[in-house]
């Protein structure tokens, strides 16, 4: 699977941005899904997760709240709704996709094999 992120760009703090990624391929519904964050000089940290079905979502403490991962099987996209945007949020954004056995959702980074190409996220103050 080929994963295209997008939706990034520059808001100011309390905002709000909803971030897209596209996948190609078949099967989509087989993959499941999240999205991570990175800020240079630190490691690539989760952010948001869903199952295969789109029944089971899962959210990093930081985000709880604030964020929301939604996906349509039948258009091959995971959102990313972000909302109360703080500076801290400031990040490259990552979409990634797994398909790997008994794996319907997962925060591990090291669980995904697939990855988008990341889209800039900046938050003012």
């Known amino acids: 699977v080929q994963l295209q992120a997008s939706g990034g760009g520059l808001v100011q703090a309390g905002g709000s941005l909803r971030l897209s990624c596209a996948a190609s391929?078949?099967?989509?519904?087989?993959?499941?899904m999240g999205w991570f964050r990175q800020v240079p000089g630190k490691e690539r940290e989760f952010v948001a997760a869903?199952?295969?079905?789109?029944?089971?979502?899962r959210y990093a403490d930081s985000v709880k709240g604030r964020f929301i991962i939604s996906r349509d099987n039948a258009k091959n996209t995971v959102s990313l709704q972000m909302n109360s945007l703080k500076p801290e949020d400031t990040a490259v954004y990552y979409c990634?996709?797994?398909?790997?056995?008994?794996?319907?959702?997962?925060?591990?980074?090291?669980?995904?094999?697939?990855w988008g190409q990341g889209t800039q996220v900046t938050v003012s103050s």
């Open positions: 391929g078949r099967s989509f519904g087989t993959y499941a």
């Open positions: 990634a996709a797994t398909r790997r056995f008994a794996v319907d959702i997962t925060s591990t980074l090291s669980d995904y094999d697939y």
């Open positions: 869903i199952s295969r079905s789109g029944g089971s979502r």
